[in-house]
């Protein structure tokens, strides 16, 4: 287990409390971490960002937890816009799909 390396000066020593997280100013106890010396509360982290959570912010249903579904949903937007080389049937097909209407419809 390692100790808290905050320098007392008065004391001449380290703080050698039983240390908790290492900070940029070395090992710290919560007496002597950053925010503590500085008067704030300490920052808690965010929680980790689930494939549940980056299906969400990229605008996919969380429901489709095949990679197959997604990347299928991204080809047919790349095939509608004509970013990608395809057949005639496939252009159509995949503007159908995305409820684009046909070029030339009214």
């Known amino acids: 287990m390692s100790t808290c390396e905050h320098w007392d000066g008065t ?5 050698a409390e039983p240390s908790t997280g290492y900070y ?3 090992r710290c ?15 808690v982290p965010d929680p980790p960002l689930t494939l549940a959570g980056l299906r969400i912010r990229a605008g996919i ?3 489709q937890t ?11 937007r790349v095939i509608a816009r004509g970013s990608r080389r395809s ?3 496939e252009y ?10 046909p070029i030339g419809a009214a």
């Open 29 to 43: 106890c919560p007496a002597h971490t950053p925010a503590a010396l500085a008067g704030r509360p300490e920052t």
């Open 61 to 63: 249903n969380p429901q």
């Open 66 to 76: 095949a990679p197959l579904a997604a990347s299928r949903l991204i080809d047919d």
């Open 11 to 15: 004391a001449r020593a380290t703080c």
């Open 87 to 89: 057949s005639a049937h």
């Open 92 to 101: 159509a097909e995949a503007r159908a799909r995305l409820g684009i209407k």
């Open 24 to 26: 940029l100013t070395g």
